[in-house]
């Protein structure tokens, strides 16, 4: 909105005023805010400029109707004035002012940055037109307005674009003489009847938004996908922002331009999501898959028959991939990948073949390195900016033109086109401006050059908030009379021939914008990506149902590119951190259990190493055994390492064992770690001790020697022991039989000298041993960290 100038003007006087065709306006209700609103502090400057009656009056113009009015035609304008100052405002007009006609796009953006009324450039307010008197307009109060004036009284005398302002004249308490308080501007294309030659205009419609979904999935077999957050579905929602791009959409003759990851996320809605919670911790189901059904259906109606162009899915940053990405090893394959994704993911979810050739850097903003990268993955179009390829001519000339060598198209968007609908279009009065402004600028660009057709393109901010998209779409209706311009889509424009005078240079690097360079993914974002890729190609190659991981994890690494990070560097380290975590934890998974020390207590043994999968499916890997000290303790023979393949079932643990012999007795350091069937290390190694106390073939005989002579002595004490009670009993029976005594107190040399029985050998004979108490040793694995198999 504009403000009053510092100018003390000599407008018509009261009664004159008064004498005009007018109408009596009803007074808008005060604003509550103004009554209650405090003293503002201002400079000395901001006080001489109230002085004067600048920025005493605030003029919006809320709807200017029709947009594109001809002849029979009456406009009518609405709007509000409000004071601003601390003065009353008292015998007030509000009057309509219709400037010259203005010859070029120029004229038209010098006269949308004026914000005061100047009485030698200004016209004075139209004569004949009706005037709306507002006889007192208290300090911080406003009133509304409406103004109805015929086409024929404008002085509208040719096609043409022309200056409308809308002003409100009078005076304060403080200063009693007529001036223009207040004045806002906007225009006004007048063209009553169709150009001989139209402009062909390409307006892409961006259905793009920002990554949603995570790299986790449930358990089931369906891999159901895990949302960060909801957020997706209030955009899907009646009302949201990207169902009114959808139902605007559906009417307008646009280019839909569609980021594939988004079809992806709301199609993974429709068939069922989770959420995590508030805490990231547990996943919830999502409520709102019809809201994802219905939105769907809905789009695939509305570009029924229409051009749909896919952008690499996930919608990569070209330019921060450029600048930053592609020294990082791999980067490039990750924009390879997510082109090569883009095509199949729109043929299955809205069933047409979209155009997969076209690159679109942020804000159309280009130099080599990007144009380079852009075209690296298949694409030979690239959709830039005026802004950046410039051309200096009096004219706007055709957006496509062949761009360095000439194996690339450059489709060159309007850059005030493209630009007029950013910014605040809440308010009635922006998105009014904003429409008028775009009107005028085409139909200017039609007349610079009235016999000459040719082709522009406008491509918007790639996510329009609602009220950007309901602005855009009005303009695109006020186009609809096709009196200087006739839609084309983007396919279309691109293959037009091009203007010989356009620019065809790529522009340096230096004039890359430094604001937009600002907001680029810094180059730890990229190594992050790397860091997560090598993860997850080491991690795949031992699962029996590799896609099970790789597809969504090879989705999250593209969305990590996503240039709607721009400006969001904490939610996108974030991300990527969220996704390498959750990769990591499932990688750990499949682990060597935690191994005691052991000891060994002879010649050879098995050492037992097992091998834990935490995973919902099987996993195949090598497992190696290292010796410390192949000269204490060998495995596999001779040598000092051994290798076994060892497939683990999900959910189960593998035990291993490993034949190894003892040579010497000692403490050896022992290393098992897992690897991939091609030699690649997985997880960590892990390392124990076995403690070796063999015992040699002297010290058994040895050993043996001594239990033998402990044997024989034993039996040799027995068998005296046994000898002597064998005559202690007869003994005791001769003497106690009668008449015998005498010859029991003899005894016979023979018996005293008689050796014992023998069986031929010097020993006695003795029974045999009786059985063991003890059972054989077992040949199973003993406990983890407690003995090794003998």
Excluded: C
Excluded at 290 to 297: F, G, K, M, S
Excluded at 574 to 585: A, C, D, M, P
């Amino acid at each position: 909105m504009a403000e009053a100038a510092d100018i003390q003007g000599t407008g018509p006087s009261p009664a004159r005023r008064w004498l005009r065709r007018t109408i009596t306006v009803a007074f808008g209700a005060p604003l509550l805010a103004g009554l209650l609103q405090a003293p503002a502090v201002t400079s000395p400057a901001a006080a001489a400029e109230d002085a004067t009656g600048s920025k005493t009056v605030d003029v919006s113009l809320d709807t200017l109707t029709p947009s594109a009015p001809v002849e029979g035609d009456t406009v009518r304008v609405t709007g509000t004035v409000t004071n601003r100052s601390r003065k009353t405002v008292t015998d007030a007009t509000v009057d309509l002012h219709v400037g010259p006609r203005m010859t070029s796009r120029s004229q038209i953006d010098q006269v949308a940055g004026r914000t005061g009324f100047r009485r030698d450039s200004d016209p004075a307010a139209l004569e004949d037109a009706p005037a709306i008197a507002i006889p007192r307009l208290g300090a911080g109060l406003s009133a509304e307005f409406s103004l109805s004036v015929p086409v024929s009284k404008l002085g509208l005398d040719e096609a043409g674009v022309y200056q409308l302002g809308v002003s409100l004249t009078g005076q304060t308490t403080d200063q009693r003489y007529d001036r223009v308080l207040g004045i806002e501007r906007t225009f006004v294309p007048y063209q009553p009847e169709a150009t001989e030659k139209k402009t062909q205009l390409t307006y892409l419609w961006p259905l793009i938004s920002s990554a949603h979904v995570s790299a986790e999935t449930a358990t089931d077999d369906q891999q159901t996908p895990v949302f960060e957050d909801d957020a997706l579905a209030a955009e899907l929602k009646p009302g949201g922002r990207l169902d009114q791009l959808v139902s605007l959409g559906k009417d307008l003759p646009v280019t839909w331009v569609v980021d594939p990851d988004l079809l992806a996320s709301v199609d993974a809605m429709a068939n069922g999501y989770r959420v995590k919670d508030g805490n990231g911790t547990l996943h919830v189901p999502g409520p709102n898959q019809t809201v994802a059904e219905r939105w769907l259906n809905a789009l695939e109606k509305a570009i029924e028959g229409r051009k749909v162009v896919a952008l690499p899915f996930a919608d990569p940053d070209l330019a921060s991939l450029a600048h930053r990405g592609k020294d990082v090893p791999g980067s490039l394959g990750h924009l390879q990948s997510a082109t090569a994704l883009a095509r199949g993911t729109v043929e299955t979810i809205l069933h047409v073949q979209p155009a997969t050739d076209f690159a679109w850097p942020a804000d159309g903003a280009v130099d080599p390195s990007i144009v380079a990268v852009a075209t690296s993955a298949g694409a030979d179009k690239v959709i830039a900016r005026s802004d950046s390829v410039r051309d200096d001519l009096s004219y706007t000339p055709t957006a496509a033109r062949p761009l360095g060598n000439g194996s690339t198209t450059a489709v060159v968007s309007d850059a005030l086109l493209s630009t007029a609908f950013e910014g605040d279009m809440v308010r009635a009065e922006k998105s009014t401006l904003a429409v008028q402004e775009f009107l005028a600028q085409s139909l200017a660009i039609t007349l610079e050059q009235p016999e000459v057709r040719r082709s522009i393109v406008v491509a918007p901010q790639r996510m329009p908030s609602v009220a950007q998209a309901q602005t855009m779409a009005t303009a695109l209706h006020g186009l609809s009379g096709r009196r200087w311009s006739e839609p084309v889509d983007l396919l279309a424009a691109a293959a037009a021939k091009p203007d010989p005078d356009a620019s065809t240079a790529v522009p340096g690097s230096s004039r890359y914008p430094k604001k937009l360079r600002d907001r680029e993914l810094p180059v730890q974002a990229f190594r992050d990506m790397k860091t997560t890729r090598d993860e997850l190609d080491d991690f795949k190659v031992v699962l029996t149902l590799p896609y099970r991981v790789v597809t969504p994890f090879g989705n999250a690494i593209n969305r990590e590119m996503s240039t709607s990070w721009r400006g969001q560097a904490r939610a996108a380290a974030i991300y990527r951190g969220n996704v390498l975590e959750y990769l990591q934890t499932l990688t750990k998974g499949v682990q060597l259990v935690d191994k005691s020390d052991l000891t060994l207590s002879g010649r050879s043994a098995t050492i037992p190493v097992t091998v834990q999968n935490q995973l919902l499916q099987d996993a195949h890997l090598v497992l190696r055994l290292t010796s410390g000290n192949k000269n204490r303790l060998k495995l596999n023979g001779d040598d000092g390492l051994a290798e076994l393949p060892v497939k683990i079932n999900g959910g189960h643990s593998q035990s291993v064992k490993f034949p190894v012999s003892a040579n010497v007795n000692g403490q050896v350091a022992m290393t098992a770690q897992l690897y991939t069937d091609d030699g690649t290390p997985y997880g960590q190694p892990m390392t124990f001790n076995v403690k070796v106390s063999e015992i040699t073939a002297t010290v058994m005989l040895v050993i043996a020697g001594g239990v033998l002579l402990l044997v024989l002595a034993g039996v040799r004490m027995y068998s005296q022991r046994k000898r002597r009670a064998a005559l202690n009993a007869e003994a005791e029976a001769e003497a106690a039989e009668p008449g015998t005594e005498a010859e029991d107190e003899q005894t016979d040399p023979e018996t005293e000298t008689r050796p014992a029985e023998t069986d031929g050998d010097d020993e006695p004979v003795q029974p045999s041993d009786p059985t063991p108490d003890t059972g054989p040793e077992s040949a199973d694995p003993s406990g983890a960290g407690e003995k090794v198999d003998r």
